[in-house]
């Protein structure tokens, strides 16, 4: 009997031992166990308040720093708000001979303070809303080509015109907007320049106006000269025009709204 009373005590230790010995392997694979676990990352935007700088019409990506060869103190800040003009170039048509025939007399291109070069002439719109509601650019000439001192003080029947508009802009998978390439301006009316449809329009577009030309011109001594010329941006002054020996002068304002239907 003793000798089965050791049996069985050899039996229930070895019983134990095994079922510590798998319980420890056990613990051991769940601690060894992988898994899967949830974060979040998260980011919010919200309307940018704070304008646009101007940027270059041929490279968006690069910021530029206009000249306004009307004012030597330079170009009007941009609008305020997240729907804003950011800049839009003065029109400069040089200086001419006055004539008796039909002429018509290009832009000189847009220079630029830090940069040695000259480009098309252009505006710029920055949509920073987030909303994609849409917008629409329109120009103003406010009043015929005038200068109250001289005798004939009105460029009677003197018209600009702007064509070949391209819009260009840094962004990448936006809509873009429409652009006019017929603009003929008369003053005292609102001519479309850009139309951004609901969904377009999104961040920085430019409206560049045509391309850059060698263009010849006679200078004050009679000599030819080539000049930079935007020939996309013209102005048509008539023969039977009578001009005096003076600066004429003329402004325009451009508008800029989110478009009607969006309201």
């Known amino acids: 009997m003793k000798i089965k009373k050791f049996g069985k005590f050899l039996a229930i230790a070895t019983l134990l031992t095994t079922t510590a ?13 992988g898994g899967e676990y949830s974060s979040n990352g998260v980011v919010k935007f919200v309307p940018n308040t704070n304008g646009t700088d101007p ?25 305020a708000g997240p729907l804003s003009i950011d800049f839009a170039s003065s029109l400069d048509f040089g200086v001419n001979k006055i004539s008796s025939n039909d002429e018509t007399y290009y832009a000189n291109p ?6 040695d070069k000259v480009t098309a002439n252009y505006v710029q719109v920055s949509d920073n809303r987030g909303s994609s509601a849409g917008w629409s650019l329109k120009v103003k000439q ?11 003080n009105e460029l009677k029947g003197a ?41 377009a329009g999104d961040g920085t577009w430019i409206s560049r106006f045509g391309n850059v030309e060698k263009v010849a011109v006679e200078q004050e001594d009679g000599s030819i000269k080539d000049l930079d010329k935007n020939t996309s941006v013209k102005l048509d002054v008539p023969g039977s025009t009578p001009k005096s020996a003076v600066e004429y002068r003329s402004s325009l304002t451009w508008i800029l709204a989110e478009v009607a239907a969006n309201k």
């Open 142 to 152: 406010e009043k015929q080509f005038e200068n109250a001192e001289a005798k004939y």
């Open 110 to 115: 847009q220079t630029y303070s830090d940069k």
């Open 159 to 199: 018209s600009i015109s702007i064509g070949d508009s391209k819009a260009v802009s840094n962004s990448e998978g936006v809509d873009a907007p429409t652009v006019n390439n017929n603009i003929v301006l008369e003053p005292g009316t609102a001519v479309d320049v850009m139309d951004a449809a609901k969904g």
């Open 21 to 33: 010995a798998v319980t420890v392997v056990n613990v051991q694979a769940a601690e060894q166990d």
């Open 55 to 79: 940027v270059d019409p041929e490279d968006p990506t690069d910021p530029a720093e206009p000249t306004d060869p009307t004012n030597p103190d330079g170009p009007n800040e941009g609008t």
